[in-house]
């Protein structure tokens, strides 16, 4: 390994390999020409310290429940975007067909029956996610009562 240490006279640092001179031993100062005795002080080593190994963390996965592609809520993305478009249908074309006075009746109905529908639809999206939800505290609950168990 390579040391460097400052001359004892001129200050300037020489460099010496460790397996060639021990430490203590005398050499002559490359730059003003003295003897000086090199030795391997721990702020003349060249600064190969590394930061600290990274100790083995034990790193905890998120359990499998968390991080798997949930179904459920896609159904209830798909529910809610479905609910949501039979709102917005069913009151575009009841409107259109309001004004004009033949299909009034009808458009009626439909814009009825879209907002419930929609609604329904709506209401089981929520409802997934609320059931969802709940399945998710419940898990929660029961992987800090086994992490407790596990301290006892
Ligand atoms: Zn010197």
Known sequence: MIAKCPCEHCGVNIEFATEEFLSGSSVTCPKCGQETSIFVSPQAQPTQKQPPAPRAVAVQKPPATFSKPDGDSGIAVCLRIIGLLSVVGGVFVGIIMLEDSR????GLGILASGVLSGCILLGFASLIEH???????????????QKAGEKN
Not at 131 to 145: F, P
């Open 131 to 145: 059931t969802k939800a709940s399945a998710e505290r419940l898990n929660r609950i029961e992987i800090l009562l």
């Open 103 to 106: 299909y009034a009746d009808a």
